[in-house]
């Protein structure tokens, strides 16, 4: 909780003209993400609607580096795995035997878990529904990077975040706002 009171502090101590940048960073950070930032920037005197557009706008593109980078390195693999698949099935004559080998990216039985559990999620409720009800397991940044790493289009990942950033953004706005208000 020291990272929320210390964006909190910032907030209250910075130029109104600033505040926005403040919680577009927090906006940023897993486990904040849109939600948290909305929420900070509200209890901290700013207007719910410029809250929501700055930890919207923090979050999707944190989110949008990710998944560009995600899929960047994911082409990048897949090109290198090929190109050497190539050359083991052309340059030794055989038929490409143990060069392709995949190798475990994450080696802890936790980190599989988590692989599993995804890859669950995303063959029942594929690429919406992973998006719209990952903020309820996994930070938007881990989701939407897994999906990338999966071979998803960045197009399609990058829409179905927006939406559940500007969704889940929205509604903590929404309760956070009519709570403040309430209580003033």
Not at 22 to 48: K, M, R, T, Y
Not at 108 to 126: I, P, V
């Amino acid at each position: 909780m020291n990272l929320i009171e210390t964006f909190q502090g910032f907030v209250a101590q910075v130029p109104e003209l600033i505040q926005p940048l403040i919680i577009a960073l927090a906006g940023a950070i897993p486990f904040i993400e849109g939600e948290g930032a909305v929420s900070i920037g509200i209890i901290g005197g700013i207007h719910p609607v410029i809250a929501a557009i700055a930890a919207i706008v923090g979050n999707f593109l944190c989110v949008a580096i990710l998944v560009i980078a995600g899929s960047g390195a994911r082409s990048a693999i897949v090109k290198r795995t090929r190109s050497r698949e190539a050359v083991a099935a052309g340059g030794a004559g055989s038929a490409g035997g143990g060069v392709s080998e995949t190798v475990d990216a994450g080696g802890s039985d936790r980190g599989s878990a988590r692989r599993e559990k995804f890859q669950r999620a995303f063959e029942r409720y594929g690429v919406p529904g992973v998006s719209l009800l990952g903020p309820l397991l996994l930070p938007t940044h881990f989701t939407a990077t897994m999906l990338a790493a999966s071979g998803i289009g960045k197009a399609r990942i990058l829409i179905w975040q927006a939406v559940a950033i500007i969704g889940w953004t929205t509604i903590v706005a929404v309760i956070v706002g009519g709570a403040v208000s309430a209580i003033r």
